[in-house]
C-alpha cells in the first residue's frame, strides 16, 4: 500500500484538530492509502517536540522550512496565523509537495492568485480548511437544491456569527492585523461566502457596508495601552448570483450569545431550507403544501455520517467534520476523488471576499470580473 507522510504546521488550536482529523481518519475509515505522521513544526522547538510526541508525530521541527525538506513529507497541512499561509504554501509547492492549507487562503488577492497558478504548475493536490462544507447535512442540502425539491432557487440569506470579540477589552490579536487579513470578513465571513457558492454557485456582483465598532483594544490583555483597529467588526452584503438569485450574507465577531452561528436560509419557488451549524445535526425543509417545517435529522443514510455512528441521532461534532474533510483529501490524493475546495475554488472565495471590501468602501456595487 502506498505511503503518505503528513507534516504539520502549527499546534495551535488548528494543529490539534488537524493531528486528531488524520489519527481519526485513519481509525474511521478504510483508506486506500498508508498514512503516517512524519513531522510537526512549530517556531517553539520546545512545544513542537513535546505535541510531535502527544500527538504521535514521528519528527519534530522548530523551523517549518525543514519540515517542508524533510523526505518523509509528502503533505503539507498548514494551520499557521493568515499572514504565513503564502510563504509556507509557495514553499511546499515549489518541493513538489501535496497543500492542505487553513483558510483563509491568504491575506490579498494577489497572494491567493499566486497560489493557485503555483498549484496548477505544480500538479499536486491542494485542499483548503472550509469544513463546514464537509458536513452530512450540508450535502442533504446541496443534494435537495439540485434535484429541485425547492425548485428554481431565488434567495440566500446567510449569517456567521460569534461574541468572542464582543467585549471591547478583549486585546489586540492577530486577527485585529490589517496585514494578516484580520477582521470579521476574513475569520468567520470566509466560512460563508465558500458555503453560499458551494449551494447556489457564482456571484455576479455584490454591494456591502462594513464597521469597525471597536476602534481600540488593549495592546495585552489587562493592559491600560491601546492599539488602534482598522480591521471590520462586522460586515452586511448584498449579493447577486449568476443563476438570477438575490442574496444576503452578514458576518460579525461582536454578536453577544452567539458561539457558532453559520446559518442560512435558502428559498425556491417550491420550498425553504433552513441550517444553523449550532444545530450542526439537523436540517429545516419546508415544501409547498406542508403544514410548518420538516425536521431532517442526520443518520447513517447520509455518505459520512455511518462511519461515525450505526444510528441516528447520535450526533457528529467539529472534529467529525475535520475528519471528513482530511478522508476527501486523502481520496483526492489517492486519484479516487475531487470533492473539496482545492487553490483555486479557494481564490474565488478570497475574489468575492475582496469585492464585497471595494464595495464597502467605494460605496457602489461592484461586479466580480472588476476584481
Not at 15 to 34: I, M, Q, S, T, W
Not at 178 to 187: E, N, P, W, Y
Not at 277 to 288: A, G, K, P, S, T
Request: with cysteine.
Amino acid at each position: 500500500m502506498r505511503e503518505l507522510g503528513i507534516g504539520l504546521i502549527g499546534t495551535g488550536f488548528m494543529g490539534r484538530a488537524h493531528a486528531l482529523a488524520f489519527n481519526n481518519a485513519r481509525a474511521v475509515f478504510e483508506l486506500p492509502v498508508k498514512l503516517t505522521l512524519a513531522a510537526l513544526a512549530d517556531a517553539d522547538t520546545e512545544r513542537a517536540t513535546r505535541c510531535a510526541a502527544d500527538w504521535g508525530f514521528a519528527q519534530a521541527h522548530g523551523d517549518w522550512q525543514q519540515l517542508i525538506d524533510n523526505p518523509k513529507v509528502d503533505v503539507v497541512a498548514i494551520t499557521t496565523p493568515n499572514h504565513l499561509h503564502f510563504p509556507m504554501a509557495m514553499a511546499a509547492l515549489a518541493a513538489g509537495k501535496a497543500v492542505y492549507c487553513e483558510k483563509p487562503l491568504a491575506v490579498s488577492l494577489e497572494q491567493a492568485a499566486a497560489m493557485r497558478d503555483a498549484a496548477s504548475k505544480a500538479g499536486v493536490v491542494t485542499r483548503v480548511g472550509y469544513n463546514y462544507q464537509h458536513n452530512p447535512m450540508i450535502g442533504l442540502a446541496r443534494q435537495l437544491i439540485a434535484s429541485g425539491e425547492l425548485g428554481e432557487i431565488i434567495s440566500f440569506q446567510g449569517e456567521f456569527s460569534e461574541d468572542f470579540m464582543a467585549d471591547a477589552s478583549s486585546p489586540w490579536s492577530w486577527r485585529c492585523e490589517v496585514g494578516h487579513a484580520g477582521g470579521a470578513l476574513a475569520d468567520l465571513g470566509s466560512h460563508l461566502l465558500s458555503m453560499a457558492r458551494y449551494l447556489v454557485g457564482d456571484v455576479l456582483s455584490v454591494c456591502a457596508d462594513t464597521q469597525t465598532v471597536h476602534g481600540q483594544r488593549p495592546a495585552t490583555a489587562g493592559s491600560e495601552a491601546l492599539r488602534e483597529i482598522a480591521v471590520d467588526d462586522q460586515v452586511h452584503a448584498l449579493l447577486r448570483f449568476a443563476n438570477g438569485a438575490r442574496g444576503t450574507v452578514s458576518s460579525s465577531w461582536l454578536k453577544h450569545g452567539y458561539k457558532n452561528h453559520l446559518s442560512f436560509e435558502i428559498s425556491g419557488t417550491r420550498g425553504t431550507l433552513l441550517f444553523d451549524q449550532e444545530r450542526l445535526n439537523e436540517l429545516q425543509l419546508f415544501r409547498v403544501g406542508q403544514e410548518g417545517f420538516q425536521r431532517l435529522l442526520a443518520g447513517p443514510s447520509l455518505p459520512g455520517y455511518a462511519a461515525f455512528s450505526p444510528a441516528p441521532g447520535h450526533q457528529l461534532g467539529y472534529n467529525e467534520l475535520k475528519t471528513l474533510e482530511v478522508h476527501e483529501l486523502v481520496m483526492a490524493l489517492a486519484g479516487k476523488g475531487s470533492d473539496g475546495t482545492d487553490f483555486a475554488a479557494a481564490w474565488e472565495v478570497e475574489r468575492l471576499a475582496t469585492a464585497i471590501r471595494v464595495a464597502a468602501r467605494e460605496e457602489r456595487w461592484v461586479k466580480l470580473n472588476e476584481v
